[in-house]
C-alpha cells in the first residue's frame, strides 16, 4: 500500500506568522502519526520562513514512522541531513527564493553533483529521492546518480486532471513504467488533494509514498485534522 506522508512545513508557516509556539509543531508531528500517517515531511528552506533547522532536530526524537526531509543539498542543508539521519532524503533543484518546487532535476546535467551528494547520504545509511518530472531520459539517467528512489512531481497531473484525468495520469503512468523497469522506487508529490489522489494512487504501479502538505492542512481546518489524516488514507486504500 501507498504510505502516506504528512509535509507539516505549513503548521510552522501559521506558527511562525506570530512568532510564538502556537501552533506546536512538534505536537503536530506526534498528532499526523497517532491519527494515522504512515510518515512526516519536513522541507526547510534556508531562509526558515517555514519549518526551522531547529524544528528538524526537535520532530527527529518524537517520532516513530519515517522521516523524510525534501530540499537543495546546500552545503547547510547538508549538514543538517547528516546531523538528523532520517529514513529519507529528498533532493528538489529549487532555488533559495522560490514560493514553492517548481521544477524535477535535470539528471544529466546534474548528474556528477547529484552522485557526489547522493554518495554522502548513503553512505550515512541515508535513502535517497529525487524530485523528478516525467521525462524518460531523466528518470533514466536518475539511475546513474545512485538515487533509490525517484519522487514524481505531480504539479501537471494535478493542474489537468479536473479537465481531463485519463490525459492528466497517462505520462506518470509512463514514467512510473520506466522507473520501476530500471529499478528506481517511486514516490510522489505536489498539489494532490482529495479530489485527486485516488485516480493517481490507483494508476501508477507501485506507488510507495505520497506526501501531502498543502492542501492536507487546508482541508484540516474544515475537517479537522484526524478526519482529514483518515480521509486521506482512506484514498489510498480504497
Ligand atoms: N514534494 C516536494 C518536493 C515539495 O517541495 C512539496 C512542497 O513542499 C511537496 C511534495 C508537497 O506539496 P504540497 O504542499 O502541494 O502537497
Known sequence: ?????????????LRNARGGNVPDVLKAA??????????????PRPDERHIRYQDVLNILPVITTE????????????DLVLKVKPHQVTLVPDSPDVLTSNAGWDTVNNESFLKEV????????????????????MIRNAVKTGADRVELYTEKYARDFPNNREKAIRPFVEAAMVANEVGLGINAGHD?????LKYFAQH??????????????SDALYFGLENTIQLYLRQLKD
Not at 500500500?1 to 505549513?10: D, P
Open 1 to 13: 500500500m501507498t504510505r502516506l506522508s504528512v509535509n507539516i512545513n505549513k503548521i510552522a508557516t
Open 30 to 43: 506526534i498528532d499526523c502519526e497517532r491519527f494515522g500517517a504512515q510518515g512526516i515531511t519536513v522541507h
Open 67 to 78: 522521516f523524510n526531509i525534501e530540499g537543495y543539498p546546500s552545503k547547510s542543508f547538508m
Open 118 to 137: 547522493i554518495g554522502e547520504f548513503k553512505k550515512n545509511g541515508i535513502r535517497t529521492s529525487v524530485f523528478i518530472e516525467t521525462d524518460e531520459k
Open 192 to 196: 494532490l488533494d482529495l479530489n485527486n
Open 204 to 217: 501508477i504501479p507501485q506507488l510507495l509514498e505520497v506526501s501531502i502538505g498543502h492542501a492536507l492542512i
